[in-house]
């Protein structure tokens, strides 16, 4: 069954039961489950052997630990202790009162969010964790929910940093792209100019941070979206009061202290962003051995770069804690909460990674890859084509990188193949198929780190971020068949952006009719 069609069995069902149960932990289970029980040709104590293998891999292989994931959790559970402090310590309660007064509505507090997104694109973790922590307070004082408030993460991680040669995403791509230049032998092309001119091209990416400003300005709440903002404008109701399973939030009752100020907040945040920054530069160099930033970020080692930034924005608010006088909540009981808050979070990253070794093993991907390479279209069709299927995988996968790894090569060989002026749009449809798969997908871990981010129930998250990806993906479908029909770059862009600005005009038009029917 591996490589075959069969191979989707899977993530489809993981997908139906996560839709019809809501159980993300039982749905990418079952997931786990079958897939390991078709690798296995349905013999139950192998199967049993795989699941167990799969998952002692993830933090020990081949005699050796994945410092990796290991270093992910750690830092997750810094985390969540440092939302524990930041709150106990009273930061996050001056911050949102101190913000409140500075930003008066709703609408501005998604601005806000929007740009600090675009601003942070050095990584996506970083991007998704740090924003949430800042700009929390902000939101929820004006009656934003968590789901809004994760989309608005989610669309301004992964589409910034795709977009930023100098982030661990572009880093990654260059490097990919370096690789097919050599063993295509093109004289013509360098791999970091090819990067910058794929960028207009990734009309995705582009459509997903425009659509995060269009959605604050014309307050649009689409789909699964409405639901979450009406109840959180009328009750103050931040999350569905039905579901108890909030990653990266306070379960139980913490002390705010009265007398926290704005700083008690914002040091350790800047410290995180400024030790985290530092780490990762530092460790490029060392494994690098060279000073451009472009070797710096390809060699950086995130995840160790966040747990030494968490670790020591963690000590500087314990230091805030202990030295504040006035009621506060135990040290260990403030210890413990922060990393409760974590665990449905590190619950659901644990099984994502599973089912993707799973997939990996079923060959999912290669039957994907295997139908663009024998596919017989008109080749202008190439970057709407890969675009299509690159997504369909990234969804299906769960992970863009694992995407760009198998379709970036392919896409390079089919264009230079048939038409070498196609590389570079060939190449950016890909980049913008995974984001846009990345962005539908339970099972993408940026997407459990948003959700995490925000405080956000992450399928609600998910469900009510499907539809402005589909909308987003609409548009960049719209602009990558045109640019079919005419070569044309600066036209296929104008058009994808104002098809966009389009269908969520018209989106806003139709939810105002409805209002008043």
Same mark, same amino acid.
């Given at each position: 069954?591996?490589?075959?069609?069969?191979?989707?069995?899977?993530?489809?069902?993981?997908?139906?039961?996560?839709?019809?149960?809501?159980?993300?932990?039982? %749905?990418? #289970? /079952?997931? *786990? @489950?079958?897939?390991?029980?078709? +690798?296995? =040709?349905?013999?139950? $104590?192998?199967?049993?052997?795989?699941?167990?293998?799969?998952?002692?891999?993830?933090?020990?292989?081949?005699?050796?630990?994945?410092?990796?994931?290991?270093?992910?959790?750690?830092?997750?559970?810094?985390?969540?202790?440092?939302?524990?402090?930041?709150?106990?310590?009273?930061?996050?309660?001056?911050?949102?009162?101190?913000?409140?007064?500075?930003?008066?509505?709703?609408?501005?507090?998604?601005?806000?969010?929007?740009?600090?997104?675009?601003?942070?694109?050095?990584?996506?973790?970083?991007?998704?964790?740090?924003?949430?922590?800042?700009?929390?307070?902000?939101?929820?004082?004006?009656?934003?929910?968590?789901?809004?408030?994760?989309?608005?993460?989610?669309?301004?991680?992964?589409?910034?940093?795709?977009?930023?040669?100098?982030? %661990?995403? #572009? /880093?990654? *791509? @260059?490097?990919?792209?370096?690789? +097919?230049? =050599?063993?295509?032998? $093109?004289?013509?092309?360098?791999?970091?100019?090819?990067?910058?001119?794929?960028?207009?091209?990734?009309?995705?990416?582009?459509?997903?941070?425009?659509?995060?400003?269009?959605?604050?300005?014309?307050?649009?709440?689409?789909?699964?979206?409405?639901?979450?903002?009406?109840?959180?404008?009328?009750?103050?109701?931040?999350?569905?009061?039905?579901?108890?399973?909030?990653?990266?939030?306070?379960?139980?009752?913490?002390?705010?202290?009265?007398?926290?100020?704005?700083?008690?907040?914002?040091?350790?945040?800047?410290?995180?962003?400024?030790?985290?920054?530092?780490?990762?530069?530092?460790?490029?160099?060392?494994?690098?051995?060279?000073?451009?930033?472009?070797?710096?970020?390809?060699?950086?080692?995130?995840?160790?770069?966040?747990?030494?930034?968490?670790?020591?924005?963690?000590?500087?608010?314990?230091?805030?804690?202990?030295?504040?006088?006035?009621?506060?909540?135990?040290?260990?009981?403030?210890?413990?909460?922060?990393?409760?808050?974590?665990?449905?979070?590190?619950?659901?990253?644990?099984?994502?990674?599973?089912?993707?070794?799973?997939?990996?093993?079923?060959?999912?991907?290669?039957?994907?890859?295997?139908?663009?390479?024998?596919?017989?279209?008109?080749?202008?069709?190439?970057?709407?084509?890969?675009?299509?299927?690159?997504?369909?995988?990234?969804?299906?996968?769960?992970?863009?990188?694992?995407?760009?790894?198998?379709?970036?090569?392919?896409?390079?060989?089919?264009?230079?193949?048939?038409?070498?002026?196609?590389?570079?749009?060939?190449?950016?449809?890909?980049?913008?198929?995974?984001?846009?798969?990345?962005?539908?997908?339970?099972?993408?871990?940026?997407?459990?780190?948003?959700?995490?981010?925000?405080?956000?129930?992450?399928?609600?998250?998910?469900?009510?971020?499907?539809?402005?990806?589909?909308?987003?993906?609409?548009?960049?479908?719209?602009?990558?068949?045109?640019?079919?029909?005419?070569?044309?770059?600066?036209?296929?862009?104008?058009?994808?952006?104002?098809?966009?600005?389009?269908?969520?005009?018209?989106?806003?038009?139709?939810?105002?009719?409805?209002?008043?029917?």
């Amino acid at each position: 069954m591996e490589g075959t069609i069969f191979s989707l069995i899977p993530p489809i069902l993981m997908i139906i039961l996560v839709l019809l149960t809501r159980k993300v932990l039982l %749905s990418l #289970g /079952a997931g *786990i @489950i079958v897939g390991a029980l078709m +690798i296995e =040709s349905f013999d139950v $104590l192998e199967t049993i052997k795989r699941i167990w293998f799969t998952f002692q891999e993830l933090f020990y292989a081949e005699g050796s630990w994945d410092l990796w994931s290991i270093q992910l959790i750690i830092f997750l559970l810094f985390l969540g202790m440092l939302i524990a402090f930041l709150t106990a310590s009273g930061g996050a309660k001056a911050f949102g009162d101190w913000a409140i007064h500075k930003i008066r509505t709703r609408e501005g507090s998604q601005y806000m969010t929007g740009l600090l997104g675009m601003g942070i694109f050095i990584d996506d973790y970083f991007n998704s964790l740090t924003i949430g922590q800042v700009s929390r307070p902000v939101t929820d004082r004006h009656r934003v929910s968590r789901a809004k408030l994760a989309y608005l993460i989610d669309s301004t991680s992964a589409p910034v940093t795709v977009l930023s040669p100098i982030s %661990s995403w #572009g /880093a990654y *791509i @260059i490097g990919i792209i370096a690789t +097919i230049i =050599s063993t295509n032998e $093109l004289t013509n092309y360098q791999a970091f100019n090819s990067f910058i001119q794929m960028v207009p091209y990734n009309f995705y990416a582009i459509s997903a941070i425009l659509l995060v400003f269009l959605v604050a300005w014309l307050n649009l709440d689409i789909g699964p979206m409405k639901k979450h903002e009406d109840r959180a404008k009328e009750t103050g109701q931040l999350v569905d009061p039905d579901n108890d399973d909030i990653p990266g939030d306070l379960q139980s009752e913490i002390y705010e202290n009265t007398l926290g100020k704005v700083s008690h907040l914002m040091i350790p945040i800047v410290v995180l962003i400024v030790v985290t920054l530092s780490m990762m530069i530092y460790t490029g160099i060392q494994a690098s051995g060279e000073t451009n930033l472009i070797s710096i970020f390809a060699d950086t080692d995130v995840n160790l770069s966040l747990v030494v930034g968490g670790f020591v924005a963690l000590l500087v608010s314990i230091i805030f804690y202990f030295t504040q006088n006035g009621e506060k909540t135990s040290f260990g009981r403030v210890s413990i909460e922060g990393i409760k808050a974590m665990l449905p979070a590190i619950y659901i990253l644990v099984l994502a990674w599973m089912i993707v070794s799973i997939i990996g093993a079923i060959g999912t991907d290669a039957y994907l890859s295997g139908l663009v390479e024998r596919s017989n279209i008109n080749v202008a069709y190439l970057p709407f084509l890969l675009f299509i299927v690159s997504g369909f995988m990234a969804f299906s996968t769960g992970t863009s990188w694992g995407t760009f790894g198998i379709m970036l090569p392919i896409a390079g060989s089919m264009a230079v193949t048939l038409d070498p002026s196609l590389f570079i749009p060939a190449l950016a449809a890909v980049l913008a198929g995974s984001v846009f798969g990345d962005h539908c997908s339970p099972i993408s871990d940026t997407s459990v780190l948003s959700s995490t981010g925000a405080g956000a129930n992450h399928i609600d998250h998910v469900l009510t971020q499907i539809p402005y990806a589909i909308l987003a993906a609409l548009a960049s479908s719209v602009g990558y068949l045109l640019f079919a029909w005419t070569d044309s770059l600066l036209l296929s862009l104008i058009v994808t952006l104002a098809t966009l600005v389009l269908l969520a005009y018209l989106a806003k038009q139709l939810l105002m009719k409805k209002d008043t029917a």
